[in-house]
Nanobody, 124 residues
């Protein structure tokens, strides 16, 4: 069982940066691929990025590629999302999630554990 707690959200102007962190409890953290998803009001939850257990493979949604960077520290049981060049359309609640599915996917239903979410608001 893994419990996930996100932090780092907030209000930022367009072009600015934020760094989201997700702290995981449980000794099996390194067994999970970790993903970030987001959900804007009235929209479905969408994939942002994932990173496999070793950190050796990452994948990004086209909408954030080149602007966001996902990373993990298995020794500290944390996964982070560095968000640069933020745009108003990045405004959403951001969730971290953990998956044991192989291969890892971009589909929310394939992630077994979820955090409570953190709000990111980008003003124009």
């Amino acid at each position: 069982q893994v419990q996930l707690v996100e932090s780092g959200g907030g209000l930022v102007q367009a072009g600015g940066s934020l760094r989201l962190s997700c702290a995981a409890s449980g000794r099996t953290f390194r067994s999970y691929a970790m993903g970030w998803f987001r959900q804007a009001p009235g929209k479905e939850r969408e994939f942002v990025a994932y990173i496999v257990w070793s950190g050796g493979l990452t994948l990004y949604a086209d909408s954030v590629k080149g602007r966001f960077t996902i990373s993990r520290d298995n020794a500290k049981n944390t996964v982070s999302l560095q968000m640069d060049s933020l745009k108003p359309e990045d405004t959403a609640v951001y969730y971290c999630a953990a998956s044991t599915k192989v291969p890892v996917t971009t589909t929310p239903r394939s992630y077994e554990h979820w955090g409570q979410g953190t709000q990111v608001t980008v003003s124009s």
